[in-house]
Structures are given as C-alpha cells and as structure tokens.
C-alpha cells in the first residue's frame, strides 16, 4: 500500500497511472507492477507498507544507504541492490 502524507505523487498500479494527493491510499494487488514518481517541482512524502513484508525493509535500508554513499558507484550498486530483492525500474 501506498499513503501520500505530503505533495502530489503519480502512482502506476498495474495499466493504471493517476495523480494521487496527501491523505490518500492506494493498495496494490500482490504481483502487479507498480511505481511512483514525483511530476511536479513539489516535494513528496509517501508510506509505504508491505504486508507481509518478505524483507522489502531491507530493500529501502540498502537505497537509503546507497543515497548517502559515492556517486561514482550509485548506478552499479543501485542495480546490484534491483537484482538482489527482483526489483526493476517502471519508465513511462
């Protein structure tokens, strides 16, 4: 699921894409591909939760440590960090 605390933030699930505003929640079916991504000079804030989590915690802790690390290395290490938890990037 996904919760827009803050912003305006596009939201694809599944062939759907919309514009979602703070307060609200958009629950993805299991297996759908879903994405997120900012269309505005705004900043956004979203919550996301999985249930049952099956390590995607894992999967934001090592992002939020690739933000911090060299920019030399983000490319390669982002998709080593894809690879390891299945993850692909969603482009329009």
């Not at 992002?63 to 690879?83: V, W």
């Amino acid at each position: 699921m996904l919760y827009v605390v803050a912003g305006s933030a596009t939201i694809l699930v599944g062939e759907e894409r919309k514009a979602y505003r703070a307060s609200a929640a958009v629950v993805v079916p299991r297996m759908t591909v879903h994405g997120y991504w900012n269309d505005s000079d705004e900043p956004i804030k979203l919550l996301i939760t999985f249930c049952p989590a099956l390590d995607h915690d894992q999967f934001f802790k090592g992002l939020a440590e690739l933000k911090r690390g060299p920019r030399e290395t983000y490319a390669e290490n982002l998709a080593n960090l894809r690879r390891r938890f299945g993850s692909v990037s969603v482009t329009e």
